[in-house]
């Protein structure tokens, strides 16, 4: 490896260490939850609401997978799929409550314990929950055909290698780190522009990720760039990154936007935006309110 000059790094002078330490309050928007140690930080039970399904959750990209699937499972009449979704917030390290660690040992969002089972099920990475209610509810949203559930199956873990691009590398630089770096912020951009090409490639010849029907990896990747594809994440990062010029990608995000499965879903555990398209934690249908029923049909 070709020896780097350190005038040369940036912060000018900076040098790699020959082994990391972690130096708290190094700067960030997260860097006050942002620790290289697992476990729980306090003793904290979480609550338990009166259905077998009981989420932890946030709105975040990955958050809303979980209550965009749930949504339409309902919608499909999959009664047992009612479920409480309890709000993490994660500014505030409730995810590293000792319930919490329990359910989920990496400390992220989502986490859903299913307590319809002998023992409550946990289960963890949005990924993996999105699967477990496709399985548990007769595969639903997970084509019985061999060819599109293996293209299913690719585009979820497609979603779940790519999108820590997305977020942890290009939102990340972009948007939320206390300095601009140049190299940073170009390198994650073009991979950003990479996969949206990827995807508007794909959905030229196809209806939804999985060809004809509308699956576990529509709804594993929408949150992630259909919001980036409505220019609604990371500030003016659609006007920066061109996602207009994605018109195969527009047309997919469009019509999933439409479902009202999918506008409830994206409500649940939202602390940001209008008023009217949050819903803080979900315990029953009726808790859309009337105004928000007409909204989304």
């Known amino acids: 490896m070709t020896e780097k000059n350190p005038a040369d790094n940036f912060p000018a002078g900076y040098e790699v260490p020959k ?34 399904l009981q989420l932890y959750s ?31 917030k994660i500014g505030d390290g409730n995810q590293f409550g000792s319930g919490f660690v329990e359910v989920n040992p990496n400390s992220k969002i989502p986490a859903l314990l ?10 963890f990475e949005s990924g993996s929950i999105l699967l477990y209610l496709a399985k548990k509810f007769g595969n639903a949203f997970l084509p019985e055909d061999h060819k599109a559930q293996t293209e299913t199956m690719n585009w979820l ?45 794909h959905l030229a010849d196809n209806q939804f990720m999985a060809g004809d029907s509308y699956s576990i990896a529509d709804i594993a990747i929408w949150p992630w760039y259909g919001n980036l594809a ?9 006007k920066f990154l061109d996602v207009e010029s994605y018109k195969n990608l527009q047309r997919w995000t469009a019509e999933i936007a439409e479902r009202p499965a999918v506008q409830r879903g994206r409500m649940v555990n939202r602390m940001h935006g209008e008023p009217s398209e949050q819903l803080h934690e979900r315990h029953d249908a009726s808790d859309f309110d009337t105004r928000t029923q007409d909204k989304i049909g």
Do not use: C
């Not at 190094?26 to 939850?33: D, R």
């Not at 873990?157 to 601009?180: D, R, T």
């Open 19 to 52: 082994v990391w330490v972690w130096e708290k309050g190094n700067g960030g928007q997260f860097a006050n939850i942002n620790r290289p140690i697992a476990g729980p930080t306090h003793d904290k039970e979480l609550p338990v609401g009166k259905h077998p």
């Open 58 to 88: 946030l709105a975040t990209p990955n958050g809303v997978k979980v209550t965009i699937m749930l949504e339409e499972l309902l919608a499909l009449g999959h009664k047992g799929a009612e479920y409480d979704a309890w709000l993490i």
């Open 114 to 123: 299913d307590r319809s089972t002998a023992e409550p099920t946990r289960v």
């Open 157 to 201: 873990f497609w979603q779940m290698a790519s999108a820590p691009y997305l977020g942890g590398g290009f939102g990340h630089f972009y948007a939320y780190a206390p300095i601009h770096i140049q190299y940073a912020i170009d390198r994650f951009s073009m991979e950003v522009k990479r996969q949206l090409d990827v995807l508007d490639r």
């Open 230 to 238: 409505q220019g609604k994440a990371y500030g003016e990062a659609g």
